[in-house]
């Protein structure tokens, strides 16, 4: 296993980072299968563990604090916060109040006094984000966290917070968590530069693309929506959709590639992430112990020039073949109201 630097933090994390969401009631419900899954990828390097509050209500944080109970000085610990984790007002976002109280929940959940890496999940625009660095900069003071980051945030509003950070006195954001595919390569464009240039981590989510990288969904294949993520999102799946279409002829080149490496379509995948300089870690997400293990074997592909050419043929840089799933919309392009004058100072057509 290869170990990195985790951005300017000292702290030297594993190439592969183990993602927790599948691990609960979304995933794999059985706490024994994911403690013993936990240990496998510990026992094969990993040393970097993902989760979030959010994930099963709280259910993944739980099992990861299982698993830990005897290995938690060996484990860089990260953990998010944001999503709502409840019925009513005040019990989601990114304000001090729920970060505060929040944080206090995943500690006790992971069964622990420290959280390596607490990450805000996605933006809130609801909140300023002084607001927000000045509560998560409290915490590392009171060393409940040692340090923190972002998730899904846009390369302007990742610059900006560095901005807050410099002038306020604040701590900064030291990593962010960006989707980043073979399908999905949208980041390259601005938020992994800025990364770079600010000197934070990154650690990549979806590498498989929301399943499209597995090779289960081929083009001409009929695809099963009676289990797995069609049954989540039908619309994301059906091949006469444009996007979707769009997706499986990328497949179909990228399968073509994997041969003539003598790997698999997933090894090519989870093997793609770590070319780009600005990945730190890339985050894997199995919900069984076979996922884990052959998500592992990617671990020895290496992509030479020639190899990345193709790929870039295929899906050129800073492209995305589909907009990534669970990314942030920022509220100009969902509220109308943002982007269109009132109606009574329209100019009247003529």
């Known amino acids: 296993m290869r170990y990195r630097a985790l951005g300017g933090t000292g702290i030297e994390v594993s190439a592969y ?4 969401m599948m691990f609960g009631s979304v995933g794999n419900p059985d706490h024994d ?11 094969e390097g990993i040393n970097f563990v993902d989760t979030a509050d959010m994930y099963s209500a709280g259910e993944s944080e739980t099992i990861v604090g299982k698993a830990l109970k005897d290995r938690r000085d060996d484990v860089v610990l990260a953990t998010k916060v944001h999503f709502p984790m409840g019925e009513g007002p ?4 990114n304000s001090r109040r729920w970060i505060i109280r929040e944080v206090e929940d995943s500690l006790r959940r992971l069964g622990t006094d420290w959280i390596d890496l607490y990450q805000v999940h996605r933006p809130d625009h609801t909140t300023d984000i002084e ?3 000045s509560a998560l900069t409290d915490l590392v003071r009171q060393g409940k966290i040692r340090a923190f980051g972002c998730s899904t945030f846009p390369a302007d509003e990742i610059v900006e917070a560095y901005h807050v950070a410099e ?3 604040l701590h900064r954001f030291r990593t962010e968590q960006p989707p980043y595919s073979l399908l999905a390569r949208g980041v390259e464009k601005h938020v992994l530069p800025v990364a770079q240039r600010l000197g934070m981590g990154v650690l990549t989510w979806s590498p498989l693309a929301s399943g499209f990288l597995t090779g ?5 294949q009929a695809i099963d929506m009676s289990s797995g993520r069609p049954t989540l999102h039908p619309g994301r799946f059906d091949p006469s959709a444009p996007l979707t279409a769009a997706k499986l002829e990328a497949v179909e080149q990228l399968v073509t590639v994997a041969g003539e490496l003598g790997c698999s379509l997933p090894e090519l995948a989870i093997a793609f992430p770590l070319v ?9 997400g199995p919900r069984t112990m076979d996922q884990l293990r052959n998500t592992l074997k990617g671990s020895a592909v290496v992509l030479d020039d020639a190899a990345l050419d193709r790929i870039d043929a295929i899906v050129p840089p800073g492209a995305d073949v589909y907009p990534p799933d669970g990314v942030w919309t920022p509220p100009a392009l969902t509220t109308p109201a943002l982007r269109r004058r009132p109606s009574d100072s329209r100019p009247a057509a003529g």
Do not use: F, M, Q
């Open 17 to 20: 980072c183990l993602g927790t």
């Open 33 to 43: 299968d994911c403690v013993r899954i936990i240990h496998a990828a510990l026992d």
């Open 90 to 93: 005040n019990r989601g976002g």
């Open 131 to 133: 607001e927000t660095l």
């Open 167 to 169: 002038r306020r006195g």
């Open 216 to 220: 289960r969904y081929r083009k001409g």
């Open 276 to 284: 780009h300089p600005a990945v730190t870690s890339v985050i894997i």
